[in-house]
């Protein structure tokens, strides 16, 4: 057992974990960062696969935690304007009529987490290791962690940052519902001819829903969640892919991007709907994927997860003299997520059921049209796609 007992012991090195190791710190815990590797270095020439589009509520904890000023500029790109499109009909959100800098912000994922290292090696609360959690056990309100190495880890507080198949969620004894959606996400990106206008484009479409969302440079990334085989299909040939895309184009309201040119490898990522049947158990806590996975289609999953960190961070900061594992300040957590993780589960997986069956396309056109002709409704939605509710 190692000599120093921290107060949590996050599980999970991934964007969630690091900023949630972090944020805890800041609010006064010692906390011990379990499965930490370096992010990978920038690419030679042009971006990383793993692209995500950060809300405003993400971005303001990032900046919270003096992580978002270290990302190079030149590796982000905001979003101006936003199009979704379906049946022949569009929706148009544009920054400046919504009164925001931008509807969000597109980096990659390597990019974010370098900032994050940076940040985790000056913030003396933090202890990171490489050992990866093999077993936890709970007695006498305390958790005993056996670690990859060998080596034994106490704390009162265990986190499970460890992705959609967590295993601190099974230790910690909390069951999960989980639903295949039979599609898998192609993510690759590629160069244009054309302007995007810092503009995100995406369009329900017969094969699944196709997004495009601008990065610096003339180049996109392509993020096509689509039937299973077509996806097999769509990766093993990417020549086909960069066709198929190329012929969306009007689809998405985006022929001005011209002709298309792939750039790195294509990507696969099999989706899935999963909630945890709740976030918090005895001495423990879930946050990101480990509580819930969403369908990519609104590019909400992580910015979810960054939530969850800020809620679990303000939470612990106003504990007073209570242990941070105690049982009243876990539900407190547990409540504050609940509204806005079911929210965004309800939304997406409700898009993904409206736009299956071809029936229902002229309701569905009628009702993109309605929308966009509707400024109150417009404002409702982007302000809580920002994360910070209903834009004032
Ligand atoms: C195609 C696609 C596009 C997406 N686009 C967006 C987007 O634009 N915006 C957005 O907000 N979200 C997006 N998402 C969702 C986003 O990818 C996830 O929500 C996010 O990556 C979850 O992060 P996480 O840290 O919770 O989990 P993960 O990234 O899975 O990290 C978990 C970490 O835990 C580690 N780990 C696991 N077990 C152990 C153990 N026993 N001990 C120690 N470490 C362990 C793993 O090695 C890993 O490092 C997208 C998802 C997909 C599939």
């Given at each position: 057992m190692s000599d120093t007992q921290p107060d949590a012991v996050v599980v999970g090195g991934g964007l969630v974990g690091k900023a949630a190791a972090l944020a805890l710190a800041q609010s006064g815990l010692q906390v011990r960062l379990c499965g930490v590797r370096d992010a990978a270095p920038a690419p030679a020439a042009g971006f990383a696969q793993r692209i995500y589009a950060f809300n405003a509520a993400s971005r303001a904890l990032l900046q919270r935690l003096r992580v978002?000023?270290?990302?190079?500029g030149a590796r982000l790109q905001p979003v101006a304007a936003m199009r979704i499109a379906g049946d022949g009909a569009a929706l148009r959100f544009d920054a400046a009529a919504q009164g925001v800098e931008a509807l969000a912000w597109i980096a990659e994922s390597d990019a974010v987490e370098r900032a994050l290292d940076l940040a985790l090696r000056f913030e003396r609360g933090v202890t990171p290791q490489p050992q990866r959690v093999t077993a936890a056990r709970r007695a006498a309100g305390a958790w005993t962690l056996e670690l990859d190495d060998g080596g034994r880890l106490g704390c009162a507080l265990l986190l499970g940052?460890?992705?959609?198949?967590?295993?601190v969620r099974g230790w910690a004894g909390i069951g999960q519902r989980s639903r295949p959606y039979a599609q898998t996400a192609v993510v690759a990106n590629f160069a244009c001819d054309?302007?995007?206008?810092?503009t995100a484009y995406q369009a329900f479409v017969a094969d699944g829903v196709i997004a495009l969302l601008p990065l610096p440079q003339r180049q996109v990334s392509l993020v096509w969640s689509a039937p299973d085989a077509l996806a097999a299909e769509l990766r093993r040939d990417p020549a086909q892919l960069t066709q198929r895309v190329q012929q969306a184009l009007p689809e998405l309201g985006a022929?001005?991007?011209?002709g298309l040119r792939a750039v790195g490898e294509v990507g696969g990522w099999p989706l899935l709907q999963q909630r945890a049947h709740?976030?918090?158990g005895d001495g423990a806590a879930l946050l990101g994927d480990a509580g819930h996975v969403v369908h990519p289609m609104a590019g909400h999953g992580l910015n979810l997860g960054l939530q969850d960190v800020q809620a679990l961070a303000a939470v612990l900061a106003a504990?007073?003299?209570?242990?941070?594992?105690?049982a009243r300040l876990l539900r407190r957590y547990a409540r504050a997520r609940a509204e806005q993780v079911l929210a965004l589960e309800l939304a997406t997986d409700g898009l993904h059921r409206l736009y299956a069956?071809?029936?229902?396309a002229p309701v569905r056109a009628l009702g993109l049209s309605a929308a966009d002709h509707l400024p109150s409704v417009k404002r409702w939605l982007a302000g809580y796609a920002s994360g910070l509710g209903v834009l004032s």
């Open positions: 978002w000023d270290q990302v190079p940052a460890d992705g959609r198949a967590s295993r054309g302007d995007h206008g810092a022929q001005h991007l011209g709740s976030l918090v504990r007073g003299a209570q242990s941070c594992a105690d069956p071809a029936w229902l």
